[in-house]
C-alpha cells in the first residue's frame, strides 16, 4: 500500500467519522428536545386542569359571607393578558381564598421563557382590598409549568375575558361582570418541533349569579 493511498483512506476515514458524528449529535438534540417537549407537555396538561378547576370555584366574597365589608362585590382582583386574581371557594366555611394564577419569566437556568405559577394567599377575605398583594406570610407559592412562550402578548394572551354571554374575548369588560375566561397556555417548541398550546375555556357559574 502506497503512502497516497495510505492517506486516501484517512481521509474517507475522517470525512465518514464526521458524518457520524453529526449524526449522532443531531440525534441527541433532537431526543433531548423531544424528551423536554414531551415533559413541558405533561406539565401543562396537569396545569391546566389546575387553574380551570380553580377558575370554577371563582366566587364573590359576600356570597360565602354576607357580612362581608370593603371590595365584596367582585370575584376578581385583577385580570390581564397574562395573570388573574381572584377568589376561590375551596370549601372554607364562610372564606374566599384569594388565588392568583400568572405567567412569568423563568428562572435564570432557562433564559427567554416563560413559567406558569399558582399562588394562594391565607384563607382569609381582605376587607377592602383593590389590589393583589404580593406572596408573603400565609400565602403558598408553586411553579405548575415551564417552558412557556415569553414574554406574553397582548395579541396573544394567557388569560381573556368576557360577560355572561362567553362570545366576545376582545372588548375590556369589568372585573364584576367577568362570567368566562379563556386559559392559553403555549410552550416554547423544542427544535425540530412545533410548539404545542393547551387551551381551554371555562365558564363560571358563581361569578355574577344572584347579581
Not at 396537569?46 to 378547576?53: F, N, R
Amino acid at each position: 500500500m502506497t503512502l497516497v493511498e495510505v492517506m486516501v483512506g484517512m481521509a474517507i476515514f475522517t470525512i465518514l467519522g464526521g458524518l457520524l458524528t453529526g449524526f449522532v449529535i443531531d440525534m441527541l438534540r433532537s431526543s433531548t428536545g423531544t424528551s423536554t417537549r414531551v415533559s413541558n407537555v405533561d406539565q401543562l396538561r396537569v396545569a391546566m386542569d389546575d387553574v380551570t378547576k380553580a377558575l370554577r370555584t371563582a366566587v364573590r366574597p359576600e356570597q360565602l359571607n354576607p357580612g362581608c365589608t370593603g371590595t365584596c362585590d367582585a370575584a376578581f382582583l385583577a385580570a390581564s393578558a397574562s395573570s388573574v386574581a381572584f377568589y376561590a371557594n375551596y370549601g372554607a366555611a364562610g372564606k374566599a381564598q384569594l388565588t392568583v394564577f400568572r405567567v412569568e419569566q423563568n428562572l435564570p437556568d432557562h433564559p427567554g421563557t416563560g413559567r406558569f405559577v399558582e399562588e394562594r394567599q391565607s384563607a382569609a377575605i381582605p376587607a377592602g382590598t383593590t389590589t393583589v398583594p404580593s406572596c408573603g406570610a400565609g400565602c403558598t407559592k408553586r411553579t405548575l409549568a415551564t417552558g412557556l412562550i415569553w414574554p406574553v402578548a397582548a395579541a396573544d394572551p394567557a388569560f381573556a375575558f368576557a360577560d355572561d354571554q362567553c362570545s366576545d374575548f376582545t372588548t375590556p369588560v369589568d372585573k364584576a361582570d367577568i362570567a368566562c375566561v379563556v386559559v392559553d397556555l403555549p410552550i416554547v417548541g423544542a427544535r425540530d418541533n412545533p410548539g404545542t398550546s393547551a387551551r381551554s375555556t371555562v365558564f363560571l357559574p358563581n361569578s355574577v349569579m344572584g347579581r
